[in-house]
């Protein structure tokens, strides 16, 4: 079966500080990868996805960057934090796009507070 | 881009009570997915929608696809205290990305 991974859990940085955060998935290959932030009680804004690796589509200009170095990971980026890139980071994956493996699966997600 | 209309954006019941919620598209989509994130967790995979008209059930849950394709709803009998937590549908045009609607935040009195 499948599963996705996301660390850390939780991460408190100051502003200015570079982030890095991982997502990995075992139990399939080739997944298309997504990258979404949560603002509290907000819904989900679609970040980055990818559907190969070193293949990566920006939905939304910021001081965020995505990498995917290989098949099954995914790295969400910054090199100076803002205050305003607190929030709940979320992974997730999927299969082939308009297929019947479509579904999203979503990791358990990175807290994030910039003070 | 493409989007997805979510109404309500809170909903407060009565445990007991029923609760709906609506998703719209301007354009015809090919599908619909239905999400629920509890508090503090991660959004999961409740059910998608594909044909025109289509309904399906899950326990009290019941989950509509318009006849024209253009809408659905989430509609759930008698809720209980395990319902909170904020659901997202979610919808595709072809073969482009799933795009998410806002989302509805349920929370309920019991």
């Known amino acids: 079966s499948q599963t996705i991974h996301q660390w850390p859990a939780t991460l408190v940085q100051p502003v200015g500080s570079p982030l890095s955060l991982e997502c990995t998935v075992e139990?399939?290959?080739?997944?298309?990868l997504y990258w979404y932030r949560q603002a509290a009680g907000r819904g989900l804004q679609l970040l980055f996805y990818?559907?190969?690796?070193?293949?990566i589509s920006s939905e939304v200009p910021q001081n965020l960057s995505a990498s995917r170095p290989q098949d099954r990971q995914f790295i969400l980026s910054s090199k100076k934090l803002l205050l305003s890139d607190s929030g709940f980071y979320l992974c997730?994956?999927?299969?082939?796009?308009?297929?019947?493996?479509?579904?999203?699966?979503f990791g358990p997600g990175t807290r994030l507070t910039v003070l | 881009g493409q989007q997805v209309m979510q109404i309500p954006q809170y909903q407060h019941v009565q445990e007991g009570e029923d609760f709906t919620t609506y998703c719209n598209s301007s354009?015809?989509?090919?599908?619909i997915q239905w999400y629920k994130q509890r508090p503090g967790g991660h959004p999961v995979f409740l059910i998608q929608?594909?044909?025109?008209?289509e309904v399906k059930k899950q326990k009290r849950l019941t989950f509509q696809f318009g006849e024209a394709k253009k809408n659905s709803s989430l509609h759930i009998t008698a809720t209980q205290t395990t319902d909170v937590g904020t659901y997202f549908c979610?919808?595709?045009?072809?073969?482009?990305?799933?795009?998410f609607g806002q989302g509805t935040r349920l929370t309920i009195n019991p």
């Open positions: 139990g399939t290959s080739n997944p298309n």
């Open positions: 929608l594909v044909k025109s008209g």
């Open positions: 997730a994956w999927s299969g082939v796009a308009g297929g019947r493996t479509d579904t999203q699966y």
């Open positions: 979610a919808g595709r045009w072809g073969a482009q990305k799933l795009v």
């Open positions: 990818s559907v190969g690796i070193g293949q």
């Open positions: 354009t015809t989509l090919s599908n």
